[in-house]
């Protein structure tokens, strides 16, 4: 099969992004035009290299590429995009410059951030025209990549790998469809984040699991009280009714303290410091842990799991923030969200409460619930430490990179 240059332009375009670097970086001869689309409003920036601008407006930047070096250049650049590039849905809309950046990187090209707002916007068009010229005067060779970062009811969020569309000389406008979502598409994304965050957030899940551990077993006082040491032995439920009734409350608990927490920070009614919450939350899982040895509130678990999920909540809530769905269809986005971690939760708990009832009978079990809850808070406090006071333990770095953890 032979292909044209027009169809192996956006081939090799898009294989670029397979394994994209973290940092974004440009490949010679290439722009980029991130667009997010929202509620109300649509918002973007163009990406173009130090050497690009170079060649625009006919500066003489080097690297490392300062903020200040930079900015005698900023209008000349603006007023060059404006010129070369035009947006158009229903009628005619402005180009609003708001915020630059300048983005330094060790492998690859400096490369700069011109954040815009498209004015004269009423409501979301079906469609935008998009006419994107730039850098094709100066580089015949040069290519544009257009590139949805946001858009909610298409269920894109944070995007910065699929493209769109590809500009170049012999293609500078292109129709962007603004109809291909929906509502359940965007909702259905925010499950699926939901879900997603929960299994990738170990601090949760080590939480919920230091609260089942004890699920299948009971406190109950020893026969023979002993001349030292702790005068209650755990053992095993004789039912499954009431293990899963343990479960069930305290998954619940978490989930209404959550979801409180959640809503408030998420409609900026409460806020609180990140570090603060970071902090609190690996000290629950402290908490949660030092209970299965020493009982805090006895028969009381429900306490634990409601006082520290309402700062689960706010973790939750500061990925939503992350994404920029702050007053973006944002009741679905809370429902969806929500959702999607009380599907998480409840298929972690799924995959490891069976195995806890299987062997809640054997010897070895309050041992595992012992020196499992000793293992859980020696890591927590570690995320403690870590969290609260910027500290690096340079030991569990070494762990972490033998055993792959992030």
Not at 42 to 59: H, M, Q
Not at 242 to 263: D, E, G, M, R
Request: aromatic share 14%; net charge neutral; charged share 15%.
């Amino acid at each position: 099969m032979r292909f044209s240059t027009h169809q192996l332009l956006p081939l090799l375009f898009s294989m670029l992004f397979l394994f994209p670097p973290s940092a974004h970086a440009h490949a010679p001869d290439q722009s980029y035009l991130y667009l997010s689309i929202y509620q109300d409003n649509i918002k973007g920036r163009y990406e173009i290299s130090l050497s690009d601008i170079n060649r625009a407006v006919g500066s003489q930047l080097t690297r490392p590429m300062t903020a200040a070096a930079f900015e005698p250049y900023l209008e000349p650049l603006r007023a060059y995009i404006q010129r070369r590039s035009s947006f158009t849905g229903n009628v005619p809309y402005t180009i609003t410059f708001t915020d630059f950046e300048v983005v330094n990187l060790e492998e690859e090209e400096d490369f700069v951030r011109i954040g815009f707002t498209l004015g004269a916007l009423t409501s979301i068009p079906d469609s935008l025209d998009i006419t994107y010229n730039l850098l094709f005067d100066v580089s015949p060779n040069h290519s544009g990549g257009l590139i949805q970062e946001h858009n909610w009811k298409a269920g894109v969020l944070n995007n910065y790998a699929k493209l769109s569309a590809i500009f170049d000389k012999n293609t500078t406008r292109q129709t962007l469809d603004l109809t291909n979502g929906s509502v359940w598409q965007g909702f259905t994304a925010l499950v699926k984040l939901g879900m997603w965050h929960i299994w990738i957030g170990l601090d949760h899940i080590l939480f919920l699991v230091a609260l089942i551990l004890p699920s299948v077993v009971r406190r109950r006082p020893r026969a023979i009280p002993m001349a030292k040491g702790k005068n209650w032995e755990w053992v095993p439920v004789q039912d499954f009714k009431s293990a899963f009734l343990y479960i069930l409350k305290i998954v619940t608990s978490f989930t209404i303290a959550h979801s409180i927490t959640l809503a408030l920070a998420s409609l900026d009614i409460v806020t609180l410091n990140s570090r603060l919450v970071e902090s609190i939350i690996a000290f629950s899982i402290a908490v949660a842990a030092f209970h299965n040895i020493v009982p805090i509130f006895r028969a009381r678990e429900w306490v634990i799991t409601f006082i520290f999920g309402l700062f689960h909540g706010f973790g939750f809530a500061s990925v939503l923030g992350e994404k920029g769905l702050s007053g973006d269809y944002m009741a679905y986005s809370l429902l969806g969200f929500n959702i999607g971690v009380e599907i998480g939760q409840v298929l972690i708990v799924c995959m490891i409460f069976p195995i806890l009832f299987l062997i809640r009978k054997t010897r070895f079990y309050p041992h595992f619930v012992l020196w499992g809850s000793v293992f859980l808070i020696l890591m927590a406090l570690h995320w403690v430490i870590e969290r609260a006071f910027d500290f690096n333990f340079k030991f569990f770095d070494l762990f972490k990179n033998i055993f792959g953890i992030s």
